[in-house]
């Protein structure tokens, strides 16, 4: 606890009953002072002891322009406001916090998670206060700021592949475990099977939502991955109000909704998927599937789509799976009345998306992008089919002159055994006859400088100029048949003209 403070209060401000919860934030209490109705307010504390104690009373706000569609009123809960910029920071203090009191975790031990990163920000942080130290599996989907942002905090994180069975020994559930037998004075976190996980959320953010929103939520939009949110959220909810329907969003190639559906466990239902946080290729036992009344899939392409349009429409800056829960909220608003009020959670935060949902290029390649933006593609399509001069590396300097005289052109690239291994420019060639002018008959490899950098079809315009500067006049990219096209900068500016 910091100090403790009081502030005289006008008559207009004692109007106001402002209550937290059940939380750790400053409290603030009114007390009225006889009929001048002038108060004083205690202030509880001034500041916080240290950072874990701002876990949680996380802001819900109205979303205005992306569910315009939706007849109801949509708030978003966002979760980012915590230190780790995510939910997780909630159930990860939990489950230190209950492994501490059962013994499980004893002063200097080692924390070890197989986690996709938020649930180890959460520990990660958690453990600098506490003196632990984490070491954590994690899969090579995800995405790097998010492992590089656990290494900020001192955890060892160590990267397994993702293609493999949760059994195989390689899976970063085997190594976790193996791991956690290895390591003296070591303690498991198990986000899926550890029901801290949901006891969390029942005891934090499900009463935050109830009374942030004075009881009236009708409907919680959760994706499900380990369950803990949606299980405990939607627990204390129903509780509650037994009619608020909880609607859990689920990905293609995880097993969650034909389980909810059929009660069978497919396997032919896994395979790989882009969307991270959501979906699982087992049964975790923190997915309390009575507590969930439908799953709701969404494609990865849907959910990356609509993670830039939060930002756009919304400005709020939100994570992957946030993206799926506003998509499968739009996919089920037939099902919505204009009474309803819809929660949705906000897991966690853009910035650990940079490389991916929010690049063009990443988007592009994955074939997410309907191409409003001009691509190598584009641009060799608007400049139509020119086949690209090339020069052999043996060929002489002056023939390769005269061949880039005749057909006016000012650079071309130089092959050996049709690999591309170098360029040559006009000032290369001008710069080196000046030097000595009996290099006119050496072969042109012997001037050459290295090859223009190769882009992909679907490269944006963008990324092509990046890479177009002094030193590098054009990029090369192989056409839908194999040839060897080339890009210079007269292009680009050709087919943004057009
Ligand atoms: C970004 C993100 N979204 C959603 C989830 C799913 O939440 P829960 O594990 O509580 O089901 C996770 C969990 O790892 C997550 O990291």
């Known amino acids: 606890m910091g100090r403790l403070k009081f502030k005289v209060l006008t008559s207009c401000e004692t109007k106001e009953t402002i209550t937290f919860g059940k939380s750790r934030a400053p409290t603030l209490f009114f007390s009225s002072m006889g009929s001048t109705s002038a108060g004083l307010a205690l202030i509880e504390f001034m500041w916080y002891n240290n950072i874990l104690e701002t876990i949680g009373n996380t802001p819900l706000v109205k979303l205005n322009n992306i569910t315009r569609e939706i007849s109801a009123t949509v708030l978003m809960k966002v ?24 013994g499980l975790l004893k002063p200097g031990g080692t924390i070890i998670e197989g986690t996709s990163g938020n649930t180890g920000m959460g520990l990660a942080i958690a453990a600098v206060v506490k003196g632990y130290r984490c070491i954590f599996t994690t899969t090579d989907k995800q995405s790097k700021e998010k492992i590089d942002a656990l290494r900020a905090f001192g955890a060892e994180v160590i990267v397994c592949p993702t293609n493999v069975e949760p059994e195989d ?69 129903k509780e509650k109000n037994p009619d608020i329907q909880v609607w859990g969003i689920d990905t293609y190639g995880s097993v969650f909704k034909k389980y909810k559906e059929t009660g069978i466990f497919d396997k032919n239902e896994i395979y790989p998927y882009i969307t991270e946080g959501i979906g699982e290729d087992f049964l975790p036992e923190n997915v309390d599937f009575d507590v969930i009344d439908l799953f709701e899939k969404v494609t990865d392409q849907d959910a ?102 005749s057909m006016n052109i000012s650079q071309v690239p130089v092959t050996q055994q049709g690999m591309v291994v170098g360029k040559v420019t ?69 087919a943004i003209a057009k």
């Open 79 to 102: 979760e980012t406001t915590n230190p780790g910029n995510s939910i997780k920071d909630r159930m990860a203090l939990k489950m230190i916090e209950d492994a501490e009191a059962a």
């Open 304 to 405: 990356a789509l609509m993670t830039r349009e939060i930002a756009r429409k919304e400005g709020i800056f939100a994570g992957n799976s946030t993206g799926a829960n506003i998509a499968g909220l739009l996919q089920l608003k037939a099902r919505l009345k204009p009474d309803d009020l819809v929660v949705v959670i906000q897991h966690d935060h853009g910035s650990r998306y940079m490389g991916k949902m929010f690049n063009e290029d990443w988007l592009r390649e994955r074939g997410f992008l309907e191409d409003e933006k001009l691509t190598a593609q584009r641009i060799l399509r608007a400049r139509g089919d020119i086949a690209t001069v090339m020069v052999d590396a043996e060929q002489t300097v002056l023939e390769t002159f005269n061949m880039m005289k």
């Open 169 to 237: 020994p390689r899976s970063y559930y085997s190594v976790s475990s193996r791991l956690v037998k290895e390591t003296p004075n070591s303690w498991k976190a198990n986000q899926y099977d550890n029901l801290s996980n949901t006891q969390a959320h029942y005891e934090q953010t499900g009463p935050e939502i109830w009374e942030q929103t004075e009881g009236k939520v009708t409907h919680l939009v959760v994706g499900v991955g380990t369950g803990g949110t949606a299980s405990g959220v939607g627990r204390y909810l």
């Open 426 to 494: 006009e000032s290369d060639i001008l710069e080196a006859l000046l030097d000595r002018p009996s290099l006119k008959s050496a072969m042109v490899k012997e001037i050459c400088t290295v090859p223009f950098p190769f882009v992909d079809l679907r490269t944006s315009i963008d990324k092509i100029s990046s890479l177009i500067n002094k030193e590098n006049q054009a990029v090369l990219v192989e056409d839908e048949y194999g040839r060897i096209a080339i890009i210079t900068q007269y292009d680009i500016i050709n």
